[in-house]
């Protein structure tokens, strides 16, 4: 039974001619640690005679398997009960979370030990009732090391830190949990050097002392003592070591846990790869390949952890390079490599490697794996293949919350907003609840399609039905939608609502309500939400340019060339316009008013020519 060999347990206790009470407690026992409910309570009915162990156990089966109202039954049958009974009922009601029943069953008891104490004071330190649980603790008689941490951990929950420490000093003994749980609440309280001081003081420590103290003296910037206790360590950890990196690189010490690295031999495969990661946050790209290259071992989370931080930081074709590397040389990619360098193949201008890298992952099965297909779904309809998306999608055997507002997403912003409403009520009726990026892609759906209703219905869902916050990109859907039909003025009236709320206007919020104005010439409005975009984005080319269109289209000459001052002034520049072409395996790029492309002069005078030879059609349609 220990060995969950449950068949074979049940063979021998069938061939057994003669069977004693210890025998079948067993079998039961063995039945309910591995989770057989039926067969334990079969044997229990079968059994011939029981004593009070049989009764003990059988409760709590029961209890631990959620079967209250049984393991009452059991109790209530019971014509004689001890101790362990009463106890075994009240630890059951406990984790059940019934503590009212648990104290009815407490205050009933004929006998109580210092077990039955300790289980409901613990319950009621755990369920925040600690005026009680204080009340209990005085009225204790006798009361070992556990009844005097479970009240001080309760006091340092609380953050009672000075009442915890005066309670700890009065225990007549103390264990290493107890101890532990001190320093823990100075730590927890900021109270580092008073925690250090009594961690000098106790006699017996365990891992928890030592890691427990050295992680708080890393987070208060205390580095040299926390590495001279992580020498003094009886053996030392490598996961303790890890954590004084990982919170050195989480308070952005990124190139102080690398020199740490270098100067102790304790670091291991995990501690580079934090480091690599940490100096991607960063930004330092140059830095994390360096440490990737000088590693003597290369796991396949680091070469994900490069490929992925390559992506991260724009630099998606160098992923491509370690992703192509690691075939050839590295471990075997998994579900996370795939992941990311469809990621990376999602902002590229052709699908070609895309298609390519979907052909490996389904040749080693690894499409089976819903974090890949997800991915797949969001490369083909970033890159506006949205009948493969929809494929893919059909395809998977399971949908999580990231497959369905992936591809409510891509339809949504592919101006299939009708699919993309129908996917998001298909979703409905399964167990996902929507969340703030699925309304995102509902909103824009309904923006795209100019669904006005239908965009006030979802927003007002959203909100009152999902209680979901809105944020920026939400109202920016709800704004665009209202200002492409005119609704300029609903548009500024939930504008104030959210300032009304308490809530920053962004500057996409702002620049849809400028877009708006726009179309229905509306400068009044217009020039409020240009000049809140110029507040907050002041080397934003794209809001100087709409609003002196705006102006010279209704003859404010003076204000048009104001507004072209002032961009000139901020030093800000027009962004180029910039297109690409693929021409068998290479990749074409132009940048307007660009000229060093080789091909330049070439292209032009083809350009120079179609531009003559649409002018003769144009010329010759018109004469006949």
Not at 85 to 108: P, Q
Not at 305 to 311: K, N, R, S, T
Not at 432 to 447: E, R, W, Y
């Amino acid at each position: 039974m220990r060995n969950s060999r449950i068949q074979e347990a049940q063979n021998l206790f069938d061939k057994m001619p003669q069977r004693d009470t210890v025998t079948w407690n067993v079998m039961i026992r063995g039945y309910f640690k591995n989770g057989f409910l039926d067969n334990a309570m079969c044997l229990f009915n079968q059994m011939p005679e029981r004593d009070m162990f049989t009764y003990n156990t059988v409760i709590a089966g029961l209890m631990q398997s959620d079967n209250v109202q049984g393991a009452k039954e059991v109790f209530d049958g019971m014509e004689v009960r001890d101790v362990v009974t009463w106890n075994s009922m009240i630890s059951g009601y406990v984790c059940n979370g019934l503590i009212d029943e648990a104290l009815r069953v407490f205050h009933g008891m004929p006998l109580k030990d210092v077990v039955s104490w300790n289980l409901v004071i613990g319950a009621l330190v755990n369920c925040q009732r600690m005026e009680l649980a204080e009340s209990y603790f005085k009225e204790m008689g006798a009361r070992d090391v556990a009844s005097w941490t479970i009240i001080v951990n309760g006091l340092v929950r609380e953050g009672r830190i000075v009442e915890a420490r005066k309670l700890f000093d009065k225990m007549p003994a103390k264990d290493v949990q107890a101890w532990n749980l001190m320093i823990a609440g100075y730590l927890d309280n900021g109270c580092v050097d008073v925690a250090e001081d009594l961690f000098q003081k106790m006699h017996d420590r365990d891992l928890t002392s030592w890691k427990q103290l050295i992680n708080g003296l890393v987070n208060s910037r205390r580095i040299d003592a926390a590495i001279s206790y992580f020498k003094q360590m009886p053996e030392t950890c490598e996961k303790t070591w890890n954590s004084i990196i990982s919170v050195l690189i989480r308070n952005g010490l990124v190139k102080e846990a690398h020199a740490y690295l270098e100067k102790y031999p304790y670091s291991n495969i995990a501690s580079w790869t934090n480091v690599i990661v940490g100096y991607f946050e960063m930004g330092e790209v140059g830095s994390a390949i360096k440490v990737f290259e000088l590693m003597t071992t290369q796991d396949v989370t680091v070469w994900n952890v490069m490929i992925f931080g390559l992506g991260e930081n724009d630099l998606g074709e160098e992923g491509l390079k370690f992703f192509v590397q690691m075939k050839e040389s590295g471990p075997s990619p998994d579900n996370a490599t795939f992941t990311s360098v469809l990621t990376i193949c999602s902002d590229l201008p052709t699908l070609d490697l895309g298609r390519q890298i979907h052909a490996q992952a389904i040749k080693i099965a690894r499409n089976q794996f819903t974090t890949v297909s997800n991915a797949m779904i969001t490369m083909y309809a970033r890159c506006g293949n949205i009948q493969s998306a929809l494929l893919e999608f059909s395809s998977m055997p399971i949908h999580d919350i990231i497959s369905w507002n992936s591809i409510i997403c891509g339809l949504a912003y592919h101006g299939y907003a009708e699919k993309a409403l129908e996917m998001f009520e298909r979703m409905r009726f399964t167990d996902f609840k929507p969340d703030d990026i699925t309304f995102v892609g509902v909103l824009s759906a309904c923006s795209y399609a100019g669904l006005v209703d239908q965009g006030r219905y979802y927003f007002d869902c959203m909100k009152n039905k999902y209680f979901l916050q809105p944020r920026s990109a939400h109202y920016t859907c709800v704004v665009d939608l209202l200002g492409r039909f005119g609704l300029i003025d609903e548009a500024m009236n939930l504008l104030s609502e959210i300032r009304a709320d308490g809530i920053e206007v962004s500057s996409t919020v702002w620049g849809a309500l400028l877009g708006a104005c726009r179309i229905h010439n509306n400068i009044k409005v217009g020039e409020i939400a240009g000049e809140r975009v110029m507040e907050l984005e002041p080397n934003n080319s794209g809001v100087y340019l709409i609003l002196t269109e705006m102006y010279l289209s209704c003859g404010r000459r003076e204000d048009a060339k104001r507004i072209f001052a002032q961009m000139k002034e901020n030093g800000v520049k027009k962004e180029p316009g910039c297109s690409w072409i693929q021409i068998n395996d290479g990749g074409h790029v132009f940048l307007s008013g660009d000229s060093s492309h080789p091909k330049f002069h070439r292209l032009r005078y083809l350009l120079n020519l179609l531009h003559t030879e649409m002018e003769r059609e144009i010329l010759f349609y018109a004469y006949y």
